[in-house]
Structure formats: structure tokens, C-alpha cells
């Protein structure tokens, strides 16, 4: 099974500072990797697909870079409503699988 | 509009199954795949397993192989996630995500969850 690792498990942003969040594949997932945010008592909300392809309706403060095992999301200027937990997931293998998640909060 | 409606809050008992559904509106529920992700209090998402809506494919996560079924009902547009032999362990918030009719890929839109409770 295809282990996601996501680090720093917290991170700790002011307002309007730049976030960055990592997620490492166990092998290879080309670019087969999705991006979710998550707030306490709601359903995840696709981000980024593909890696790098923002989803309908997702400010252009978001984007995600990388392939293969080592993918970033970086939030380029943090507002109130990023606080949030941010997941990783990879589509290229079976079963489809999560990383553990960010909680990205406010300093 | 795209909207995942999934049926309500369950109790169950240790042993038991439980049902739970999940309508689909505001698109072609063919052209899609249906996804199932839990998550227990507390903890991160956990992946289940996918139908497609088209084709009816399955493909189910190793944990819960020979205890869950995954189905869907072109006719009224809902998908079904059954999870047999519950234990406390499988409590958690079940959510459903549309996705890839070929293979399970991004989840672009998700139901609001149904929490499931086990408990004697």
C-alpha cells in the first residue's frame, strides 16, 4: 500500500505570511495527487488535482507543485479562513490512499 | 448544482451492519464514480473504496475486504456503502465524493457525512 507522509504535522502561520506544506509518496505517483482542505465539522474541499491544477472556485493563493514522490501546497498569503487541516491523496495505485494531515494554525 | 445528500446518523450495535446512502443531483450519475471515506473522531481520512456509477466496478480497500459492498441505483441516482461485523472501531463519519467513472480519482464534490456510532 502506498504510504503518504505529510509534514510538519502542525505549522504555525501568521496572517498573511506565506504557508508550505509537504507530502511524500512512498514510490512514484506521477502527478496523480489531489489536495484537500478540511474544517472541523465539514467535509474535505478539493484544492488541487493533478498536482498542479486548482479546482473550480479556488483562489489563486493556492497552488500545488511537484511529481513523482515529493509534492508541495503553498498558500502564498494566509487569510482567516485557511486555518484549516490540509490532506494529501494519491489516485495512481490501489487502494487510493491519504496522508496523515497538516493542521495549519494561527501564530 | 452538484449536491451529495447521504441519509442520516446511525447507532448500531457491535456485530451489526449498517447502511448508508448517498443521492446524487445536479449531474449525469453515470458519467461518474462514487468514493467512501471515513474518518474516526479525531483522526485523518480514511479510504474505503470506489464503484463506478458507470460500469459498476468495485474496488475495495484491503481492511475491509469480505465486509463491505459498495452499490449504486442508476435509477434513483444513489450510491450505498454496507459495512458488516461493526465494531466499536468502525465508528466514524462516513462520507461519500464523487469521482472518476473509469478509476477512483479526485474527490471534486462530497455528501456531508453520516455519522455511525457503535456502541452496546
Known amino acids: 500500500e502506498m504510504v503518504m507522509t505529510q509534514s510538519p504535522a502542525t505549522l504555525s502561520v501568521s496572517p498573511g505570511e506565506r504557508a508550505t506544506l509537504s507530502c511524500r509518496a512512498s514510490q512514484s505517483v506521477s502527478r496523480n495527487l489531489a489536495w484537500y482542505q478540511q474544517k472541523p465539522g465539514q467535509a474535505p474541499r478539493l484544492l488541487i488535482y493533478?498536482?498542479?491544477a486548482r479546482a473550480t472556485g479556488i483562489p489563486a493563493r493556492f497552488s500545488g507543485s511537484g511529481s513523482g514522490t515529493e509534492f508541495t501546497l503553498t498558500i502564498s498569503s494566509l487569510q482567516s479562513e485557511d486555518f484549516a487541516v490540509y490532506y494529501c491523496q494519491q489516485y495512481n495505485n490501489w487502494p487510493r490512499t491519504f496522508g496523515q494531515g497538516t493542521k495549519v494554525e494561527i501564530k | 448544482q452538484v449536491q451529495l445528500v447521504q441519509s442520516g446518523a446511525e447507532v448500531k450495535q457491535p456485530g451489526a451492519s449498517v447502511k448508508v446512502s448517498c443521492k446524487a443531483s445536479?449531474?449525469?450519475?453515470?458519467?461518474?464514480?462514487i468514493s467512501w471515506v471515513r474518518q474516526a473522531p479525531g483522526q485523518g481520512l480514511e479510504w474505503m473504496g470506489w464503484i463506478s456509477a458507470y460500469i459498476g466496478d468495485t474496488n475495495y480497500a484491503q481492511k475491509f475486504q469480505g465486509r463491505l459492498t459498495m452499490t449504486t441505483n442508476t435509477s434513483t441516482s444513489t450510491a450505498y456503502m454496507e459495512l458488516r461485523s461493526l465494531t466499536s472501531d468502525d465508528t466514524a463519519v462516513y462520507f461519500c465524493?464523487?469521482?472518476?467513472?473509469?478509476?477512483?480519482?479526485?474527490?471534486?464534490?462530497w455528501g456531508q457525512g453520516a455519522l455511525v456510532t457503535v456502541s452496546s
Open positions: 465524493a464523487r469521482v472518476g467513472a473509469v478509476a477512483g480519482t479526485w474527490g471534486d464534490y
Open positions: 445536479g449531474y449525469t450519475f453515470t458519467n461518474y464514480g
Open positions: 493533478g498536482a498542479s
